[in-house]
Nanobody, 121 residues
Framework: VQLVESGGGLVQAGGSLRLACAAS????????MAWFYQAPGKEREFVAA????????YYADSVKGRFTISRDTAKNNINLQMNSLKPDDTGVYYC???????????????WGQGTQVTVSS
């Protein structure tokens, strides 16, 4: 199983980025796909999750109204549209997959390698 993130980069505060996660190696029907981020010197934090089959979405309070998670079932991709970015959003963003809905890192079975997002003030 592979989860490969892309789309990170450097952006000014108030700008936007779109992250993508390409999933391969198994069927993720009925699984939950999520994005976590890890700021420098801190633990990974939940950002958003989506049920692969139903498309139901869940967000951390800190990103509601700014970030949108979506899935493209034809391409086996998970996307994270990030708008109104803030310097506090800076970190490494990871794609992850779990058989249950969870905001806890240890519940996730598969992880990508991460992509760096840097928001300058």
């Amino acid at each position: 199983v592979q989860l490969v993130e892309s789309g990170g980069g450097l952006v000014q505060a108030g700008g936007s980025l779109r992250l993508a996660c390409a999933a391969s190696g198994r069927t993720f029907s009925f699984w939950y796909m999520a994005w976590f981020y890890q700021a420098p010197g801190k633990e990974r934090e939940f950002v958003a999750a989506i049920n692969w089959s139903a498309g139901i979405t869940y967000y951390a309070d800190s990103v509601k109204g700014r970030f949108t998670i979506s899935r493209d079932t034809a391409k086996n991709n998970i996307n994270l549209q990030m708008n109104s970015l803030k310097p506090d959003d800076t970190g490494v963003y990871y794609c992850a997959a779990a058989p249950i809905l969870s905001r806890v890192e240890k519940s996730y079975t598969y992880w990508g390698q991460g992509t760096q997002v840097t928001v300058s003030s």
